[in-house]
DNA sequence: CGTGTTTGGTTGCAGTTGCAACGATCTGAT
DNA sequence: ATCAGATCGTTGCAACTGCAACCAAACACG
């Protein structure tokens, strides 16, 4: 850790300069190839792996907002890529789970994004992304442990 | 690098995570502390360490778009932190420094800055930072060879 | 049972961002 | 010297984001 500030070595900086433009990159292919946005791409990829949910429950999975779920899910739907079928438990609340056609399209984004992810990360080698992904979660709790 | 889908092991999915949770936490202290956002931050970080150059300079330097550097040049300029010479070589462009005012602000937010960095990142110790920061490296290059 | 509070989801609105278009100036080829 | 094209900075505009207000349904508790 530096005792003098040089902007260029200052991580959260460096952190904001490289996420976005990993982020950029991904979002310009998804959008170009599926015509998706990141939180809708997040909203297919959860609801492959853990199946139907409410939309509370995709916040906490996704780590976003709830009008940003309320939105993708909406745009979602518009696209039949995903069912809203009623919460029997909830009236309040919809499940949303992938359409035949979401689990379709779930089925060629997951390939590409592995690849994507494949080429970017390409220079480092796995051992290192394993120790990546542990620091991140790190950063991640000193972050928040900062915010009470 | 795992062959099925996990969104959160998905790198990208990680990286925007935290390294928005670090910005919101990062700006929000500026914010509060002296009234600043991210990019007029980086403008007086990176006039005090280089000293004065134009804004088109200011744009390579630190990777914003030349509209958010115009923005953030009025908002400092507003603020008498920072002065606009004119460039005797181009009458097109100023030439941005820091004023008297200015550089008493940066020493109070360098010394902040360095310290709310080194609570993020505390857990991890110093070796691994700097493997952490050739990573980003390595990641950013990896992007951008993307992007052709 | 009411009635006050909480919760799931949507909509309104304000702030931020960046591309595109624009005026003004500079440069380079003729 | 002139004029086409590039460049610096600003402004207009559209997209994205998230807080706050809102409605409807659920819950809590006397």
Redesign the pocket.
Known sequence: MPTTLKLDEFLPYRLSIVS?LVSDTVAEAYRALFGL???EWRLVAVLAEDGAM???ALCGRTH?????V??A??ALADRRLVERAPNPD?????LLGLSEEGWRLYEQIAPEALQMEQRIFADIDPAELVRFREMLDRIQSGAEALRE
Do not use: E, G, L
């Open positions: 976005n946005k990141i939180s409410s939309q509370q976003m907002d709830k009008v940003t309320s939105r899910a909406i909830d009236q309040r609340s919809h």
